[in-house]
């Protein structure tokens, strides 16, 4: 038993400009397949989000889904490939609701909804409101700048280092999720 039942993904509701993004996306519900981890992610079918829930459900992988009702629609959500979807009232429910029901949490690329998604993840970990491994899939240096300021902001005495080493990157997705898998958080005490 790995005690990762299931973790949330974040990513594109677009497949982006890169075939690297939707092959990333793909090898990464394949890992997950081969380790029996389960998905909660944003329910769409579209997208990067599209494909990690349509390659996991192909491979015999849970797919639970969480989408506000606003977004519901045909065009987006898809309930062929879930085992589960919930529909809730607004973009704060489907956060909540994906943070309780995931073991773990990885960005793949994504636009301005997966940053806030993994930040405020990666917020509450370092204020120790989960000790849940929070990682990013820096698919072809997708998120290259993204971390070269999280370092800058580090380095500036903002963020603790400690809580810098506790974020997760990869960019091979069998390798991040064994990580994941493995992790102890430990951070300080003392949280400010």
């Avoid at 990513?11 to 389960?38: F, P, T």
């Amino acid at each position: 038993m790995n005690g990762m039942e299931r973790i949330a993904v974040f990513c594109g509701s677009s497949q982006g400009h890169d075939e690297r993004y939707a092959q990333a996306a793909k090898a990464m519900a394949v890992a997950m397949a081969d380790r029996g981890v389960g998905l909660v992610y944003g329910g769409g079918n579209i997208g990067l989000m599209g494909l990690v829930a349509e390659t996991l459900h192909s491979k015999g992988g849970a797919v639970v889904g969480v989408i506000p009702r606003k977004l519901h629609l045909p065009k987006i959500c898809n309930t062929i490939v879930h085992d589960e979807l919930l529909v809730v009232e607004g973009m704060h429910e489907r956060k909540a609701e994906m943070y309780r029901r995931a073991d773990g949490f990885v960005a793949l690329p994504g636009g301005i909804g997966t940053f806030e998604e993994i930040l405020e993840i990666f917020t509450w970990q370092q204020l120790r409101y989960h000790t849940k491994p929070v990682a990013i899939l820096n698919t072809a240096g997708f998120y290259d700048g993204l971390l070269a300021f999280l370092r800058h902001s580090c380095d500036e005495g903002f963020i603790k280092s400690v809580v810098m080493e506790s974020l997760l990157v990869d960019d091979d997705p069998a390798r991040l999720l064994l990580r994941m898998e493995t992790q102890v958080v430990a951070l300080p005490e003392k949280i400010i």
